[in-house]
């Protein structure tokens, strides 16, 4: 029970803590495009680039997720269709005598 609840919360504290760095580099990003640029080796042209980066990267593994969740609920559904076909057509339903 507790290991369960442990892993919980530490999902949505990942979740959180992804969702928060998102909008931190978004509004670095907002906040800094216009600063004067120092030119060649501008730490503020650095961070903005490393902060496009970790946007991107980030979008593209939740994509990859999205996907992953889209294809096993499919799957599932899948299985329990044909599980349903299976266990719906039993000699018991049918009412068959099993008699020699």
Do not use: W
Request: hydrophobic content about 50%; glycine content about 4%; charged content about 10%.
């Amino acid at each position: 029970m507790l290991s369960k609840n442990l892993k919980n919360i530490v999902a949505l504290s990942m979740t959180i803590l992804i969702f928060l760095a998102l909008i931190y580099a978004h509004i670095f990003i907002v906040t800094h495009i216009h600063h004067n640029c120092s030119g060649e080796g501008c730490p503020i042209c650095s961070e903005i680039q490393l902060a496009k980066a970790m946007i991107q990267q980030i979008s593209s593994a939740i994509l990859t997720v999205i996907y992953l969740i889209t294809f096993v609920c499919i799957m599932d559904e899948g299985i329990s269709i044909s599980n349903h076909v299976i266990l719906s057509i039993t000699p018991v339903q049918m009412k068959v005598r099993m008699n020699d």
